[in-house]
Antibody, heavy 119, light 109 residues
C-alpha cells in the first residue's frame, strides 16, 4: 500500500523558516517524481513544486521561487520542502503527492501537515 | 499569470448526469495539457480520478469519465450517487509547472 506521511508543520512567525518532510513507503520511491501541493484554509489547491527521480530537476510556482527549496533523499525514501521568509499567506495544509510514471500528473496524496504563519 | 477556470458550483439530482469543465487562460485545452481531475470531500485529502484527459486510475468508479469538450477539459459523472457530493479540481500542465483550477463544488440534491 502506498503511504506518504508528512511531518514538520507547526506555528512559525512571519519571516521564519520551516522544513517539511515526507516519508514514502509501499512503492519504489526513486522511480517517481514527487510534488508539494498546498491548500489554504477554506481555499482551493495550489501546486507548489516538484522534483524528479534523482533530484536533478526541480520546478516551482512563481510565488515561492527563491524562498522554498524542494529536495529528496532516495536512501531514506523521503522528500523535503525547506521554506524560508515565510509569510501569513503561506498558511496552509501542505500535501506531499506522488507523480505519475510515464506521463504528467499526480496520483497518491499524503494526509497533509498544517503550517501556520503568524503575523 | 496563467489561470485555470472551473464552474464555482453545480447541482445535480441523484441518478443524473453532470459535466464539469476546465478552461485555460492561454487558450484551448488540448491533450498536451495532460488534464488531471481530483475529488476532495470535506475534511479529507484529495483523491485522483482521471489523468491524461481520459485515463482512469484503478480505483476510479466507472461512472466518472474525462474528455475534451469545446476547447476545455471535461469531467462527466453519469448516474450520480449521493457520495459524489464533493469539491472537484482539475490540473493542467504548462511545460514544467502544474496549475490547479479553482474547484467546482458539486451538490447532489
Amino acid at each position: 500500500e502506498v503511504q506518504l506521511v508528512e511531518s514538520g508543520g507547526g506555528l512559525v512567525q512571519s519571516g521564519g523558516s520551516l522544513r517539511l518532510s515526507c516519508a514514502a513507503s509501499g512503492f519504489t520511491f526513486s522511480n517517481y517524481w514527487m510534488n508539494w501541493v498546498r491548500q489554504a484554509p477554506g481555499k482551493g489547491l495550489d501546486w507548489m513544486a516538484n522534483i524528479n527521480q534523482d533530484g536533478s530537476e526541480k520546478s516551482y510556482v512563481d510565488s515561492v521561487k527563491g524562498r522554498f527549496t524542494v529536495s529528496r533523499d532516495n536512501t531514506k525514501n523521503s522528500v523535503y520542502l525547506e521554506m524560508n521568509s515565510l509569510r501569513a499567506e503561506d498558511t496552509a495544509v501542505y500535501y506531499c503527492v506522488r507523480g505519475l510514471v510515464d506521463t504528467v500528473g499526480i496520483d497518491c496524496w499524503g494526509q497533509g501537515t498544517l503550517v501556520t504563519v503568524s503575523s | 499569470q496563467t489561470v485555470v477556470t472551473q464552474e464555482p458550483s453545480l447541482t445535480v439530482s441523484p441518478g443524473g448526469t453532470v459535466t464539469l469543465t476546465c478552461a485555460s487562460s492561454t487558450g484551448a485545452v488540448t491533450s498536451g495539457y495532460f488534464p488531471n481531475w481530483f475529488q476532495q470531500k470535506a475534511g479529507q485529502a484529495p483523491r485522483a480520478l482521471i489523468y491524461s484527459t481520459s485515463n482512469k486510475h484503478s480505483w476510479t468508479p466507472a461512472r466518472f469519465s474525462g474528455s475534451l469538450l469545446g476547447g476545455k477539459a471535461a469531467l462527466t459523472l453519469s448516474g450520480v450517487q449521493p457520495e459524489d457530493e464533493a469539491e472537484y479540481y482539475c490540473l493542467l500542465y504548462y511545460g514544467g509547472i502544474l496549475v490547479f483550477g479553482g474547484g467546482t463544488k458539486l451538490t447532489v440534491l
